[in-house]
């Protein structure tokens, strides 16, 4: 079963009806996990609101663990994260999608693995790759069959370092310039521990990131948050489109 784990904006995947919910006990919180499902054919897609129903979970109060346990509990074997973030390469402009694949991690004190009780002995993973190339090479097709059905052309960049920050605020000039210098494309705050978690797990595991600002002091442009929200709104309505793609070819829907 392929999961979406939906962020700011992302609502519904396209041509799939509302199946039912599942609401998921797991060991990493007293909440369940609520899990929406998505129905076509014989095709089941699972979605979870990182943020929650109304947005109210800001990213380092994201129980990632809970999330990636519960879509693992139900049988899903592959993830594609949807994450807005801010341009920092000048291809990354407002509106452009990303394929990240790596990720340098700033977040801290955020709940980042499985394994840390109960140990017969301590466990490392291979994290050379952090997303799963399978599943960015689909997304990728998906998005250029989107995008060659689509009045509107969309700008893709299909590699790049996803900068992981702490947030909820956004950061500062000097830090974007640190980010840079380190190799970074991108900024967000929600893709780690997520996919550090679903490779514990070994759950396939995919970001398609939309660019809905620039990064603090990539260009003199104040933040606009109105504009931000109509990026944001417009591109996750095409991402709809690239995650129905996606669906047909992994599955032949």
């Given at each position: 079963m392929l999961a979406i784990i939906g962020g700011t904006g992302f609502n519904g995947i396209h041509g799939f009806t509302e199946y039912g919910f599942k609401r998921i006990l797991t060991p990493f919180s007293k909440n369940r996990v609520i899990i929406k499902l998505y129905s076509k054919k014989s095709t089941m897609v699972a979605v979870v609101s990182r943020h929650g129903k109304n947005h109210h979970i800001p990213p380092h109060k994201i129980n990632y663990r809970a999330n990636i346990w519960a879509l693992h509990a139900i049988g899903v074997d592959s993830i594609i994260a949807i994450n807005a973030i801010g341009g920092i390469n000048p291809r990354a402009e407002p509106g452009a999608f990303i394929i990240p694949d790596q990720i340098i991690d700033y977040s801290h004190g955020r709940e980042a693995t499985f394994y840390e009780k109960n140990l017969d002995q301590v466990t490392h993973i291979d994290f050379t790759y952090p997303f799963t190339e399978e599943l960015r090479q689909i997304?990728?097709?998906?998005?250029?069959?989107?995008?060659?059905?689509?009045?509107?052309?969309?700008?893709?960049?299909?590699?790049?370092?996803?900068?992981?920050?702490?947030?909820?605020?956004?950061?500062t000039a000097a830090e974007i310039n640190r980010l840079r210098q380190d190799g970074c494309d991108i900024v967000g705050m929600t893709v780690m521990p997520e996919a550090a978690l679903a490779r514990e797990l070994k759950l396939e595991y995919a970001s398609l990131a939309l660019c809905v600002n620039w990064a603090a002091g990539v260009t003199d442009e104040t933040l606009v948050m109105d504009t931000i929200n109509l990026i944001a709104k417009e591109g996750m309505e095409f991402v709809g489109d690239i995650i129905s793609e996606v669906i047909k070819q992994k599955f032949q829907t």
């Open positions: 997304v990728k097709d998906a998005f250029h069959a989107s995008n060659k059905n689509s009045n509107v052309k969309r700008l893709l960049l299909d590699n790049g370092v996803y900068g992981c920050t702490q947030g909820p605020r956004l950061e």
